[in-house]
């Protein structure tokens, strides 16, 4: 199938199939009067109507996406998401809201185990289901592939059931899913009894959660919560080897409360990123700069949480890091499907500007999920994941804020919303 988008005022795109890092990141090529003509699910050319013609003709039996008015950019990915959970957490909101910290309401008995209990008892196609709502909302905000991590079944029936959760609900959805194990993201509540139960529960997920996950090609990455009352940097360091020592790519939930040395530790396990790292330490950026680790950004927490704090995204880029900007959809603490919201708190929170966001909801979350080859770039060779942006330029994005900028999203050369 041939589609031309043509007439569009702008296309905003960053270039390459590597990791922006520092100063990179901002670097957005962003050129008028373009068109782009998709054949076979790929990108074939990006130039000028007269260009196109001389090498393809008219192309009358193309499909047409006209652009007048609008902005096309790469499709939006979104690397760091807890999709397949089940129940709710408007109470916990309602208790912040009231005064109450993250942290309290965990410590009495809400915040992560709650959502375990009510993930534990829905069943895998409920979970599914679950996941393609959300995946349809991400659709519809720009979103064409997305990572989506268990972690709310902390045993091993209910991780590999929210992975196969994941896989049924991407079976057949527009997004593209890549799946993460996140067993080690809290200690449950029947593990808690005494050190030896908490030693026997890393045994579990190092000796038979993780090598059950990879020996069915459930998960590309693994993941862990290393935090200050939550998993330690030991503990996190074992977690991840074993891993790695079934073909999984280790990621971290990184010094996102205090600095416990996370980053650190992914810089020393080569981790594909470190995110949140809300409270990292220098020598944590100086360890991921020189060991060229992503950062993820995910300031929908520090928004939801209602805290004044956000990620230090200047000085991780002026260290030279690569960054990523993503939405840790979850029930807890950043309930949004939508990099939209997300790219408006990168510009008027971490103070990023718009085409840092670009790169950092495209190219550098594709390289974060190994896929900068095929996607994460308007660029001829790339898959045809596009969004259509209702902005006259890329600085608009920013400029119209709370409301839904996307007017068509394309996935493999088909237009699959608007
Ligand atoms: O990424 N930080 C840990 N995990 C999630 C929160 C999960 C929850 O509260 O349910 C996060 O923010
Ligand atoms: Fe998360």
Redesign the pocket.
């Known amino acids: 199938m041939d589609l031309l988008i043509h007439r569009l005022a702008e296309i905003a795109t960053p270039l390459g199939t590597t990791p922006r890092r520092g100063s990179e990141l901002k670097e957005v090529c962003r050129s008028p009067g373009r068109e782009v003509f998709c054949r076979d699910g790929k990108i074939l050319f990006v130039g000028s109507a007269e260009d196109r013609r001389q090498r393809f003709g008219e192309l009358p039996h193309a499909t047409r996406l006209d652009g007048t008015g609008k902005t096309l950019v790469p499709g939006f990915v979104d690397c760091?998401t807890?999709l397949p959970w089940a129940g709710s957490?408007e109470h916990e909101l309602a208790a912040r809201l009231a005064g109450k910290s993250?942290q309290e309401i965990a410590a009495a008995g809400g915040?992560?185990l709650s959502?375990v209990a009510a993930t534990r008892a829905a069943s895998e196609e409920e979970l599914a289901e679950n996941v393609r709502s959300r995946l349809d909302r991400m659709l519809a905000h720009g979103t064409t592939t997305a990572e989506a991590k268990s972690?709310?079944g902390l045993s091993l029936p209910a991780e590999l059931k929210q992975l196969r959760a994941i896989r049924r609900g991407a079976d057949g959805h527009v997004v593209d899913v890549v799946a993460t194990l996140l067993a080690a993201?809290e200690v449950p509540a029947e593990r808690r009894g005494s050190a030896a139960e908490r030693a026997r529960f890393l045994d579990e997920i190092c000796q038979e959660i993780t090598p059950a996950a990879a020996s069915e090609g459930l998960a590309t990455f693994c993941d862990v919560?290393c935090?200050e009352g939550v998993f330690t940097v030991e503990e996190s360091r074992r977690v991840l080897r074993a891993g790695i020592d079934h073909g999984l790519v280790p990621r971290l939930?990184a010094d996102?409360f205090v600095d416990s040395g996370a980053a650190g530790l992914a810089a020393e396990l080569g981790a594909a990123s470190a995110d949140?790292l809300v409270a990292v330490s220098e020598a944590g950026i100086e360890a991921m700069a020189a060991r060229e680790v992503m950062a993820v950004m995910?300031p929908g927490?520090s928004f939801f949480l209602r805290k004044e704090g956000y990620a230090p995204a200047r000085r991780l880029i002026g260290a030279g890091v690569a960054l990523a900007l993503a939405t840790?959809c979850?029930?807890?603490?950043?309930h949004t499907e939508s990099l939209p919201f997300i790219v408006w708190l990168g510009v008027f929170k971490l103070g990023l500007t718009i085409e840092e966001c670009l790169t950092a909801i495209t190219l550098n979350p594709a390289c974060c999920l190994g896929l900068g080859e095929e996607i994460g770039s308007v660029e001829e060779g790339k898959r045809a994941d596009l969004v259509l942006l209702d902005a006259p330029n890329l600085f608009n994005l920013a400029y119209h804020f709370g409301v839904n900028p996307v007017a068509a999203v394309v996935k493999g050369g088909e237009v699959v919303v608007g």
């Open positions: 760091h807890h957490r993250y915040g992560i959502t972690g709310y993201h919560f935090e939930h996102e949140h995910l927490v840790d979850n029930p807890g603490s950043s």
